[in-house]
């Protein structure tokens, strides 16, 4: 049975940092692309970013302005989601989600989802 759990999330102030986790079971992220979505109150679900099974290139939303890495520890079969100078507009509930495909934003083309974590950016 694949899993996926994201962790980290939490009250954070502005241009504060978290790290969020996505630890996979019953699946070797390694061999997938890994997705991070998010969803605002009130707003549809986005993508953050992605890193690719291959050579684990990464993309990300141009409105994050550099502010979020994605890294993987292939060790702890788990992809991370570093995100720095924190702002409240990043209060979200954030998603990772894997697919065996190509980095992209298209949800439907993920198969796998983790049930999120909570970020509140507030002071």
């Known amino acids: 049975q694949v899993q996926l759990v994201e962790s980290g999330g939490g009250l954070v102030r502005p241009g504060g940092s978290l790290r969020l986790s996505c630890a996979g079971s019953?699946?070797?992220?390694?061999?997938?692309?890994v997705a991070w979505f998010r969803q605002a109150p009130g707003k549809k679900r986005e993508g953050v970013g992605c890193i690719s099974r291959s050579d684990h290139s990464t993309f990300y939303a141009e409105s994050l302005e550099g502010r979020f890495t994605i890294s993987r520890d292939n060790a702890k079969n788990t992809v991370y989601l570093q995100m720095n100078s924190l702002k409240p507009e990043d209060t979200a509930v954030y998603y990772c989600?894997?697919?065996?495909?190509?980095?992209?934003?298209?949800?439907?083309?993920?198969?796998?989802w983790g049930q999120g974590t909570q970020v509140i950016v507030s002071t």
């Open positions: 989600a894997t697919e065996f495909g190509v980095c992209s934003n298209v949800q439907a083309e993920y198969d796998y």
């Open positions: 019953g699946i070797t992220l390694d061999y997938y692309v």
